[in-house]
Structure formats: C-alpha cells, structure tokens
C-alpha cells in the first residue's frame, strides 16, 4: 500500500469516485484523441449517471477532456470554459451491461477530424479502469506510464516492438494484446516502468506494420 491508497488523491471536488477519476478519465480520453476536442458525447452508468450533476462528475470530465488536472481549480467552471472554448458536449444516462457502477463512455471529434471513444470506470479513491478503445477490449489504470499501439496482425510484429523496447532499457511492466479478428487492427497495451523517451516513441511509429504509437503518462 502507497501514501496514495491511505491519504487519497490532490484534488478539486467533492467526491475522489466522482471527481479525481472521471478527471483522470477524461484526460485519458484527450490524450487518445491527440488534439482539441470540439464535440464530446458522454454516455453515463450506474451511480455515475444517478448522481454526475450534484457530485460536480459531468465538471470533471469535461475538465478532463479540456487537459486539466484532478487539483486544477478551473474544474470549478469547466463547464463554462468549455463553451467559451467551443466544446460541444452532452451528457446521457445509459446502461453499460457488466460495467463497473462509475462508468463512463466519452466519444470524442476533434477539430482536424480525429475521432475516438473511450470506455473506463472510476473504481475509487481516485483510480481508475480503462476498459475500452475505440471497439477494442484494453485494460489499464494509468498509474504507469502506458504505450497504446496500433498496427496490423501481423507475424513478428510484437517481437519487433518489444525487442526495440528491451534494446532501448526500457522495462514492460504489463502487457496486453487485443485484436477482434485474426490479420485485422490489434492494439498492444504496454504499462512501463520509469520514463518514455520522445525518440522511443518516434522510433516504434517507424517499425513495419505500426499504425500510430501514443504515450499516455502516468495520471
């Protein structure tokens, strides 16, 4: 146990379930997409949709997904720096079969077209689960350092990536593959320990079969 679990985390808001984590969600959600975000529709579940209004959740996540922080004071009014800043976004109760109680599913478009959608939960003290990206199953928490890549299913693919990462120093601390067909888009989901260089990065996205390469650091 960390000084983390015991204290909980720096935080804006009433809730670490409702706050700190659907920040840490929405902030997940923003670096996937890799530019502004224009247009955000946000379905959620649970207890998050009974209660996201009185415990400030829908301020957090949008607040997120603008790139702040869970211990910025701008969450306080994220809402109306949203609409100053040309953020489109609604907000829908939906029920998520078999999702964690404090799940969010955040479909974002940004303003050069990029588009994702991103499914997590806030499972407490200010942690998270991300357990879903654009269609496909992941599952990591942000609290390390996390490699997405995208590339085709091909053989050898992983093997490349990987050694690349061993030759670099660079320590895997989990590891996940997901592909929804054999030979189609796969996604490796790589927790690392320590820092990723820029030039690690750069280097993955030039491998064969790479798609895209995104950092997603420690929240």
């Known amino acids: 146990m960390n000084v983390f679990d015991i204290i909980g ?26 530019e502004k975000a224009v247009w955000a529709d946000i379905r959620l579940s649970g207890s998050f949709a009974q209660t ?6 829908d301020k957090a996540l949008i607040a997120g997904i603008m790139g702040m922080h869970s211990y910025d004071e701008r969450i306080r009014r994220s809402l109306t720096l949203a609409d100053e800043e040309g953020l489109s976004y609604s907000f829908r109760a939906e029920d998520i079969p078999g999702a964690h109680p404090n799940t969010a599913r955040i479909h974002l478009k940004g303003g050069h077209g990029a588009e994702c959608v991103v499914q997590g939960a806030s499972i407490g003290g200010g942690n998270i689960l991300v357990t879903e990206i654009n269609g496909m199953e992941v599952s990591f928490t942000g609290q ?73 650091r420690a929240i």
């Open 144 to 216: 390390y350092n996390t490699l997405m890549v995208l590339h085709y299913d091909r053989p050898g693919t992983i093997a490349a990536v990987t050694n690349f990462m061993a030759y670099s120093g660079t320590n895997i601390g989990n590891f996940r593959l997901t592909r929804p067909k054999k030979g189609g888009e796969a996604v490796m989901t790589i927790e690392v320990d320590g820092d990723v260089e820029e030039t690690l990065i750069q280097s993955l996205r030039i491998l064969p079969n790479i798609i895209n390469v995104i950092l997603i």
């Open 9 to 34: 985390p720096v935080m804006i808001g009433p809730s670490s379930s409702h706050t700190a984590g659907a920040v840490r969600l929405g902030r997940v959600a923003w670096k996937i997409l890799e």
């Open 52 to 57: 996201y209004r009185g415990h400030g959740t």
